[in-house]
């Protein structure tokens, strides 16, 4: 499968844990994002990545939300301290230009 | 006044029928504007993408950008109940390739 992949599809939380969440590009793709989307709203853009360096961060990501994307590949977003507020799909994209950005599955985060 | 404004729906058309989809933007220095089609429970998957004013048409489907008016349209000809989804409106406003979506539309075919 040469899609976006995401890992794992579901997760299920206790409020306070910390969680991460792995996203494989597309293999030729530099640019790397990561969006929010919650019930009934288009997703919410949080990081982009060109390569290795991140470029910009949403003012939505708080100090509780890091993301990496060593040597320009795979890319992790983790969450410290889960609050329920960050119950949502997060939803990793990749593309060669800034132009067709294409998504992954998704990893749906429930924070009890 | 959000960045991306769509419609949320439903919105309802017989089978056979044109879809209108309407989004209107607020950065009048947005270069791209894009349009996705979500399932319930999918990830967003890639319409169409237009540039310049006019129209484009792929198949069925025909986006219309007024970069005057601000707005953008996408157009879904002979309707198909697989159409049944959302669609969003996303707005890239500079290079980085960042997108800025609306609410979403929910359109939903009737056979």
């Known amino acids: 499968d040469t899609g976006v992949s995401q890992d794992p599809r579901h997760k299920i939380t206790k409020r306070g844990q910390n969680v991460t969440f792995r996203c494989d590009p597309i293999s030729e793709h530099n640019r790397l994002y990561w969006y929010r989307q919650t019930l009934g709203q288009g997703p919410e853009f949080l990081t982009y990545f060109q390569n290795e360096a991140q470029l910009e961060k949403s003012r939505l990501l708080s100090d509780r939300f890091s993301a990496e994307r060593p040597k320009g590949s795979f890319s992790t977003l983790e969450i410290q301290r889960t609050e329920q507020g960050d119950s949502a799909m997060y939803l990793c994209a990749s593309s060669l230009t800034p132009t067709e950005a294409f998504f992954g599955q998704g990893t749906r985060l429930t924070v009890v | 006044q959000k960045e991306v404004e769509q419609n949320s729906g439903p919105l309802s058309v017989p089978e056979g029928a044109i879809a209108s989809l309407n989004c209107t933007y607020s950065?009048?220095?947005?270069?791209?504007f894009f349009w996705y089609r979500q399932y319930s429970g999918k990830s967003p998957e890639l319409i169409m993408f237009i540039y310049s004013n006019g129209d484009k048409e792929d198949g069925r489907f025909t986006a219309q950008l007024n970069k005057a008016s601000q707005y953008v349209s996408l157009l879904i000809r002979d309707s198909q109940p697989s159409d049944s989804a959302t669609y969003l409106c996303a707005v890239n406003q500079n290079q980085g390739g960042k997108l800025i979506f609306g609410q979403g539309t929910e359109l939903s075919v009737k056979p």
């Open positions: 950065d009048r220095g947005s270069q791209s």
